[in-house]
Structures are given as structure tokens and as C-alpha cells.
């Protein structure tokens, strides 16, 4: 069973930087893409980056492009997404989640994935 384990939320004034970590001890294997999702309160749950395993370029949501850079540390399993110059419409709630052994067409559905963080809290004043 895949763990992933979010922190890095809070409370921030606009402007403001926050980083996000996602950790998934001892599971790298059979993974295929990791991404973050944001949900805004009253609507669904978007995806706002994303990052394919084997690499390549990551996927960004035009809302964050050129703002939030999402990363990860192989090392130590574990997914960054730094966020800069937030605004007020980036608040909410933060999901990590992790595609195990399937395909994966964009990355960008809540459907592909099939292990979910708990979520993290981020508002912006």
C-alpha cells in the first residue's frame, strides 16, 4: 500500500512563497506519474502540475505558469511544488497523488491516479 504524506501549507499574504512536499517512503517502483491538484472551495479538484516518472517536460495549468515549479527528490521519494507570487485564487486545498502500474494517458484527470495525500490547506490573503 502507497503512503503519500503532504505538508509545506499555511497561510500567506499575496505575493508570498510556500513549497509543498509530498513523501512516499519506499515506493518508487512501478510508478508512473506524480502530480498536485487544487481544490477551490465549491469546485472540483483540477490538476495544477504534473510529472511523468520516466521524466520529460512537466505539465502546468496556464493559471500557474511561471509561478509554481514542481520537482522531486528521487532520493528521498519525495515530490516538491514551489509555489511563488500566490494570489487569492490559489487558495484551498492541495492533493498530491501518484499513478502505481497503470497507464496513463494525460496525467491531468483525477481518475489516472490511484493514491491520494490527505491534502494540505493553503490561503491566501
Known amino acids: 500500500h502507497v503512503q503519500l504524506v503532504e505538508s509545506g501549507g499555511g497561510s500567506v499574504q499575496a505575493g508570498g512563497s510556500l513549497r509543498l512536499s509530498c513523501s512516499s517512503p519506499g515506493h518508487t517502483s512501478n510508478r508512473v506519474c506524480m502530480g498536485w491538484f487544487h481544490q477551490a472551495p465549491g469546485r472540483e479538484r483540477e490538476a495544477v502540475a504534473r510529472?511523468?516518472?520516466?521524466?520529460?517536460?512537466?505539465f502546468y495549468a496556464d493559471s500557474v505558469k511561471g509561478r509554481f515549479t514542481i520537482s522531486q527528490d528521487n532520493t528521498e521519494n519525495t515530490l516538491y511544488l514551489q509555489m511563488d507570487s500566490l494570489k487569492p485564487e490559489d487558495s484551498g486545498v492541495y492533493f498530491c497523488?501518484?499513478?502505481?502500474?497503470?497507464?496513463?494517458?494525460?496525467?491531468?484527470?483525477?481518475?489516472?491516479?490511484?493514491?491520494w495525500g490527505q491534502g494540505t490547506q493553503v490561503t491566501v490573503s
Open positions: 510529472l511523468y516518472s520516466r521524466g520529460g517536460t512537466p
Open positions: 497523488a501518484a499513478a502505481y502500474g497503470r497507464v496513463v494517458s494525460s496525467g491531468l484527470a483525477n481518475s489516472e491516479y490511484n493514491y
